[in-house]
Structure formats: structure tokens, C-alpha cells
Nanobody, 124 residues
Framework: QVQLVESGGGLVQAGGSLRLSCAASGRTFSSSAMGWFRQAPGKKREFVAAINWGEMTYYADSVKGRFTISRDSAKNAVYLQMNSLTPDDTAVYYC??????????????????WGQGTQVTVSS
């Protein structure tokens, strides 16, 4: 059974930082693209960042320069370092993985596996 488990969410003041982790089990994703999405209350799930097996990265404009996605293929994990957080970053953050494709996509329907989400709350 494939599982993606996020951790590292929490409450932080504006301007602060958090590092999210996503640990995958049940299969290896070393050759697959992985990404982070987020969903704020009353809003649609939106793309945040993605990384492929060659560690090419892609970011949403809203987080570019503040967030950094990385992966550790040996640990079957992906991370999201979030700096200079603002209240607009408040959301549930989801880790996602493509089943067999390494090509990065910002489309949620391009990902086959999802974690349960971790809450990030940024206070002003």
C-alpha cells in the first residue's frame, strides 16, 4: 500500500519559516516527479512546487523566491522549506507523487498519490 505522510506543519508568525517533510512508503518515487499543493478554506487546491528525478524544480509565482522544494531519493522523501511566510500562505499542504512520470506538472490531476495533508497557519 502506497502512503505519503506529511509532517512539519504548525503555527508560525508572519515572516517565520517552516519545513514540511513528506515520507513515501510502499514503493519508490525516485524516478517520479513529486510536488506540493495547498488548499485554503473556501478555495480550490492550488499548485505550490514540484521537483523531478533530476531535481529540476518549478514553483508557483506566489511562492517563488520564498519556498524551496528538495528531495532525498535515498529516503524516498520530499521537502518544502518555506521562508518569509505570510498569512496568505495559511492552508492545508499536501504532498503528491506521479505514478511513473518524471515530467513536472502543476496540474493536480497529473498526480496519482496524495498525502493526508498538514496544516500550516501563519498569524499576522
Amino acid at each position: 500500500q502506497v502512503q505519503l505522510v506529511e509532517s512539519g506543519g504548525g503555527l508560525v508568525q508572519a515572516g517565520g519559516s517552516l519545513r514540511l517533510s513528506c515520507a513515501a512508503s510502499g514503493r519508490t518515487f525516485s524516478s517520479s516527479a513529486m510536488g506540493w499543493f495547498r488548499q485554503a478554506p473556501g478555495k480550490k487546491r492550488e499548485f505550490v512546487a514540484a521537483i523531478n528525478w533530476g531535481e529540476m524544480t518549478y514553483y508557483a509565482d506566489s511562492v517563488k523566491g520564498r519556498f524551496t522544494i528538495s528531495r532525498d531519493s535515498a529516503k524516498n522523501a520530499v521537502y518544502l522549506q518555506m521562508n518569509s511566510l505570510t498569512p496568505d500562505d495559511t492552508a492545508v499542504y499536501y504532498c503528491a507523487a506521479r505514478g511513473s512520470l518524471s515530467v513536472i506538472t502543476s496540474r493536480a490531476d497529473g498526480y496519482d498519490y496524495w498525502g493526508q495533508g498538514t496544516q500550516v497557519t501563519v498569524s499576522s
